[in-house]
């Protein structure tokens, strides 16, 4: 079922890191992005996605289910959080309050969807969306070969879909260009809320 999340050294009294929700278009590069987030900070940390994707998919590290498992961890109240997307079920796991102790923040990739639930889930939240130009998108869409070019296409339309309004700590990353440029200025959004 769910591999237990590494909490790291913390101790009891340890403070507790944001939530920073990563969300952006497919092929926008948010798995890049968290991934070398963690790197430049070891006391940044991710949370593993439980998805309904078979285990060869690929793609970001996650924790794979089929439809009858991740009901019944639904009906156990395993999640913080999950929801429905591009036909996938989607769920983080209660763990994602362990792994705040002593982080300087936990990276989750959520849907834009969930977003205002997840304010109302988590004490101190906050989003860095990640943005991209359409041409940049298509070709990394293109690139993965996970989606056909009907899906592609769909995936592309729903890019300039507006965040919803309500949430309360949003900033803007461009990771049209290096990755590295976008890893600098998520670092110093994340650095700057921490001061």
Known sequence: ???????????????????????????????SL??????????LRSMRRVITRAPEAGGEDYQPVSEAEFAALVA???F?????????HYGIPRDIE???????GVL?????AVLLQAQEVFDDFRVISVTASAEV????????GR????????????????????????????NSGALSAAIVQAQAIIQAERA
């Open 76 to 78: 156990a109240d395993v």
């Open 137 to 144: 998108l298509a070709a990394r869409l293109s690139a993965r």
């Open 98 to 104: 362990k792994l705040r102790l002593g982080a300087s």
């Open 1 to 31: 079922m769910i591999a237990p999340a590494d909490t790291g050294c913390a101790g009891p009294g340890a403070a507790r890191g944001p939530v920073i929700a990563v969300v952006g278009p497919s092929g926008v590069g948010k798995d």
């Open 80 to 88: 913080a959080l999950h929801w429905q997307a591009h036909g996938l």
């Open 108 to 112: 989750v990739n959520l849907s834009r």
């Open 34 to 43: 968290m991934s070398g987030l963690a790197v430049a900070d070891p006391r």
């Open 147 to 174: 989606e056909d070019a009907a899906e592609v296409q769909r995936r592309l339309a729903r890019a300039s879909l507006a965040l919803p309004e309500g949430l309360q700590q949003v900033y803007e990353v461009d």
